[in-house]
């Protein structure tokens, strides 16, 4: 195991284990809870693979229905043995990856131990999948009441044409109904293997103690097959309807997206944790609370609390979203996608760049403060290769110019716009 | 964590709580009103008009990046309600110094920063502005509308405001929207100006830090506007009556989904020593992933994706939301009324009463894990019963509930409101 220093009193041991399966263990002294987390590098972004030299094609929402599934295989009960020990369990299914997660007070050993049982090998039966089928449905139903889901879809659908990246993580209701075990069980094979999956733990606990545990398990020691990587498919073709806008009946304020596409190939020319790094500096810089930018929409009345700007940085595709309910869609429109083109025209503002890197380093130690968030920054390490010892100087090392690859995105051919506006009485 | 060490300095009741398990410093500057309801809209603006109108940082592009030069310090107000008084925190957090190698006036910075925020915004003619009275009452309407286009919220809001339209006094919605426009700008400065004349004032820090220090940094910048004064702190009065009038109300909107509240009234008051069994009763109900609710409604009836109670121990509630289909609706609410009957009876199993305790042990564990939480339960303590927030006694009290005791205070409830969020003609009536 590898000890790295992620600050001046707190350490992160790592070892990649005999199955594959990469391990960080987080030692928190003090703190009550200890939180876990098996994440599997499969989400509802790959319907489309090649492996074994064919082009499979799955349903939408299968990486989804796994999750949900695995609640309940084998005749066991994950929540409620998990509940059993006064610990609680969930998961997450995200467009790049499914996390399984678990907190508990007492009965570490024991739960981790029937937690990566889990994971060994399914069996789902036929009355679990069609209960599933129906909660899963009522889960998709719920989106369907949300205005801003709907807007969000619309937008993903004009700048892709790639149906597993702009089809919603859940999958459609009519996909859903498909979905059978054979089918589930094909999946698991493909993705669920340890070299595909990372396992983070933090919490008051002894890295000595649980890397032994873990090495000894029965997950770590199954004969799994030789593992062959599924190669993602991924289409990103030229989209020409950059724009739209439609009146909603009801609708009591106007609702605008704007996206910044961030093309395929930025993801074969840079790693996803430099795109990450320099979109954020960069929306910072342009539309942060300390920027120019900021202050003009402020003292013009252009934006309020519901005003946002941030980013989507999924395995092989992005985006940048600025986001407002307004009164005033003529004028904020024209002033945001001039805001928008003059980050790729102009100089960054040097100032609050350099700036920035103070505020960095103050998030940076914060967030140890919280164990969920240090723990999603450490799955996300683990899961990305991202070195943490590492991670905060080459954060403060980047220069302003950088970040003119990225700064270049902002053009007019990268820009789409939904509009939902108010309906004329 | 330790318990806090409570000092005076200049007049002020000040609350340390040191510990070692944090990296931030976190300063909560809290003054109480000695009134309710009346100035509610008031309170709220302050909050964030004081926060956004500081004379020394006149601009956003000023003020953010002196807070970026402090790593980022987050500084924010709010009001909210602690018994029946309204009281504003005004709260910065910032990294600790001790993690900053070439810093070593941090907290001191951070202490003058937010001693400006409260005592020097920008004036005209010893007012608060026009402009800022506008922008507030702008951006609240503006709020309004869009909690508007997010459903679940707005049926939560519409829910609070059916549920508390019989109880006068007792609603607490900020900002209140049906009195914004009584708000003016003298209503704004008197009410600002009795922050310094009427007000109880206390300041509580959390953090790793050395007393010493942290007492000149009081005693040296706090401002002398700030003055502590005698505040009677008033307890909310909830109507309580077994042969309550259920209020059922319908309210239609183009939804595919419909959202439902019940509320519950009890007499098991905040801190008392019934409370912690309400809690489990809580959890047994629909408080866990195990609770009845979730195993009848959720996984064996599968009529809703999400459905739960949650206890809100210092309004006397306990409310359960669920979302389902329309045509179920009513199907659902039954069966919710005859699982709590069943709760009455004492129908439920040992080992879910066993994991109920623990999920609430659990809930309490982890407030000693988040500094802010930790904090908030302090202030509450000390506001309620003028007693330090014991962490480890509210975890033995909560390990001592018996099954009697649960039983015991689901029999207090009494149905208060029931209320829909859902399509018309959608429901099987």
């Known amino acids: ?425 | 964590m330790e318990n806090p060490i409570k000092k005076t300095i200049n007049g002020i009741d000040v609350y340390y709580i040191i510990s070692d398990k944090f990296k931030t410093i976190t300063w909560s500057l809290v003054f109480t009103h000695p009134q309710g309801l009346e100035k509610i809209n008031e309170y709220y603006f302050l909050s964030n008009a004081l926060v956004d109108n500081m004379k020394k940082y006149p601009s956003n592009v000023i003020k953010y990046r002196y807070l970026s030069s402090l790593y980022g310090l987050d500084a924010f107000g709010s009001a909210t309600s602690i018994g029946a008084n309204i009281v504003n925190h005004f709260v910065i957090t910032y990294p600790n110094e001790i993690y900053l190698a070439e810093e070593t006036e941090l907290s001191k910075k951070a202490f003058i920063f937010l001693n400006e925020m409260v005592t020097n915004p920008k004036l005209r003619n010893g007012m608060l502005t026009k402009k800022v009275l506008k922008d507030n009452l702008d951006e609240a309407k503006e709020l309004h509308k869009i909690l508007k286009s997010i459903k679940d919220m707005y049926s939560y809001y519409r829910f609070s405001k059916v549920f508390y339209q019989d109880k006068p006094n007792l609603q607490y919605n900020f900002p209140e929207n049906d009195l914004l426009d009584n708000v003016t700008q003298t209503s704004l400065m008197d009410t600002y100006k009795s922050l310094f004349s009427n007000d109880a004032v206390s300041i509580f820090v959390t953090g790793n830090f050395s007393e010493a220090k942290f007492d000149e940094i009081i005693k040296n910048n706090l401002n002398p506007m700030i003055k502590n004064h005698l505040v009677k702190k008033l307890k909310k009065q909830y109507p309580y009556n077994k042969n309550n009038e259920v209020k059922v109300i319908k309210e239609y909107d183009e939804v595919s989904q419909s959202r439902v509240f019940i509320a519950y009234l009890t007499n098991v008051e905040y801190f008392s020593e019934l409370h912690p069994a309400m809690a489990v009763f809580n959890s047994v109900f629909g408080g866990f992933d195990q609770s009845k609710l979730f195993m009848e409604i959720r996984e064996k009836s599968n009529l809703a994706y999400y459905v739960d109670s949650t206890y809100i121990p210092d309004e006397n509630i306990v409310v359960c939301s669920l979302s389902c289909e329309v045509k179920n609706e009513t199907l659902v609410v039954e069966k919710i009324k005859s699982i709590l009957e069943e709760i009455q009876k004492g129908d439920f199993t040992d080992e879910l009463f066993r994991q109920a305790k623990d999920s609430c042990v659990s809930s309490l564990n982890w407030i000693s894990d988040s500094q802010s939480q930790y904090l908030l339960q302090h202030i509450k303590a000390f506001h309620t019963t003028d007693k330090k927030y014991d962490l480890e006694d509210r975890i033995n009290q909560y390990k001592s509930v018996t099954r009697e005791a649960v039983i015991k205070v689901a029999n207090t409830l009494v149905l208060d409101t029931i209320y829909m969020y859902t399509k018309a003609g959608g429901s099987n009536d």
């Open chain 1, 1 to 425: 195991m590898i000890k790295k220093k992620a600050l001046k009193d707190e350490f992160i041991y790592e070892e990649t284990l005999k199955s594959g399966l990469k391990v960080a263990i987080h030692p928190k002294k003090n703190y009550k809870k200890t939180l876990v987390s098996l994440q599997v590098n499969f989400g509802g972004i790959d319907v489309c693979y090649r492996y074994d030299n064919q082009i499979k094609t799955i349903p939408t929402g299968v990486a989804h229905f796994l999750e949900h599934s695995f609640f309940s295989n084998n005749g066991r009960n994950l929540a409620e043995e998990f509940s059993k020990h006064g610990a609680s369990v969930n998961a997450y299914t995200s467009k790049s990856i499914t996390a399984y997660k678990f907190n508990c007070i007492d009965n570490l050993e024991y739960l981790l131990g029937y937690f990566l049982e889990t994971f060994i090998k399914p069996d789902f039966s036929e009355a679990s999948i069609q209960k599933e089928k129906r909660i899963i449905k009522h889960e998709l139903n719920m989106s369907d009441d949300s205005i801003h889901q709907d807007l969000h879809r619309k937008l993903k659908k004009m700048m892709y044409t790639d149906l597993g990246i702009f089809s919603d993580v859940g999958g459609t209701v009519k996909d859903v109904l498909t979905l059978d075990s054979d089918l589930l069980d094909d999946v698991f094979n493909v993705f669920y293997h340890p070299m595909n999956m990372s396992l983070t733990i933090t919490g008051d606990v002894s890295p000595e103690k649980l890397f032994k545990q873990i090495k000894d398990h029965s997950y770590n020691l199954y004969n799994w097959p030789i593992y062959k990587s599924a190669e993602r498919i991924i289409t990103d073709t030229k989209r020409t309807v950059h724009n739209y806008q439609k009146a909603i009946p009801l609708n009591d304020t106007n609702i605008i997206a704007y996206s910044i596409k961030i093309p395929n190939q930025t993801f074969i020319d840079f790693d996803r944790e430099f795109i990450h790094i320099a979109v954020g500096t960069i929306i910072s810089n342009a539309f942060g609370l300390a920027s120019k930018n900021f202050d003009i929409m402020k003292r013009q009345k252009l934006m309020n609390v519901s005003f946002s700007a941030n980013s989507t940085i999924e395995r092989d595709y992005g985006f940048i979203n600025i986001y407002v309910q307004t009164e005033h869609v003529k004028k904020y429109s024209k002033i945001i996608e001039e805001m928008i083109l003059n980050i790729g025209r102009l100089p960054l503002d040097e100032e609050l760049f350099n700036l920035d890197k103070k505020m960095i380093m103050g998030n940076y130690i914060t967030i140890f403060d919280s164990l969920s968030r240090i723990h999603d920054f450490l799955c996300n390490c683990v899961c990305e290769g991202i070195d943490i010892e590492t991670y905060l100087d080459q954060v403060l090392d980047i220069k302003i110019e950088d970040l003119d690859p990225i700064k270049a995105l902002f053009t007019k051919e990268n820009i789409y716009s939904v509009k939902y506006l108010k309906a004329v009485k």
